[in-house]
C-alpha cells in the first residue's frame, strides 16, 4: 500500500504564491504518476496536474497551465505543486493522487488553499 501525506496549504491573497508537498510511504516503487486533484465547495473533484514519478513529464489542466508548476524529488517519494499568480476560482482542497495503476490509486487526505480577493 502506498501512503500520501500533504502539506502547505493556506490563506493566500489573490496574485500570491503557494507551494503544496506530498510525501510518499509504503510500497513507493509501485507508483507510476504522482499528482494534483482538487474539489471546489459544490463542485466535483478535478485533475489539477501529474508527474512521471522520474519527473520526466508532466501534464496539466487547461486552467493552471502556465501558473502552476509540478516537481518531483525521486529519492524522496515526493511531489510539489508550485502555485503562482493564484485566483479566487484556486479555492478547494487539494488531494494529493499517487497512480499505482490504471485501476488502483492512493489519495491523501486533502489541504485546504483559499484564495481572498
Known amino acids: 500500500q502506498v501512503q500520501l501525506v500533504e502539506s502547505g496549504g493556506g490563506l493566500v491573497q489573490a496574485g500570491g504564491s503557494l507551494r503544496l508537498s506530498c510525501a510518499a510511504s509504503?510500497?513507493?516503487?509501485?507508483?507510476?504518476?504522482m499528482g494534483w486533484f482538487r474539489q471546489a465547495p459544490g463542485k466535483e473533484r478535478e485533475f489539477v496536474a501529474r508527474?512521471?514519478?522520474?519527473?520526466?513529464?508532466?501534464d496539466y489542466a487547461d486552467s493552471v497551465q502556465g501558473r502552476f508548476t509540478i516537481s518531483t524529488d525521486y529519492a524522496k517519494s515526493t511531489v510539489y505543486l508550485q502555485m503562482n499568480n493564484l485566483e479566487s476560482d484556486d479555492t478547494a482542497v487539494y488531494y494529493c493522487?499517487?497512480?499505482?495503476?490504471?485501476?488502483?490509486?492512493?489519495w491523501g487526505k486533502g489541504t485546504q488553499v483559499t484564495v481572498s480577493v
Open positions: 493522487n499517487a497512480q499505482i495503476s490504471s485501476t488502483v490509486n492512493a
Open positions: 509504503g510500497r513507493t516503487e509501485r507508483i507510476n504518476y
Open positions: 508527474v512521471l514519478r522520474n519527473g520526466r513529464r508532466a
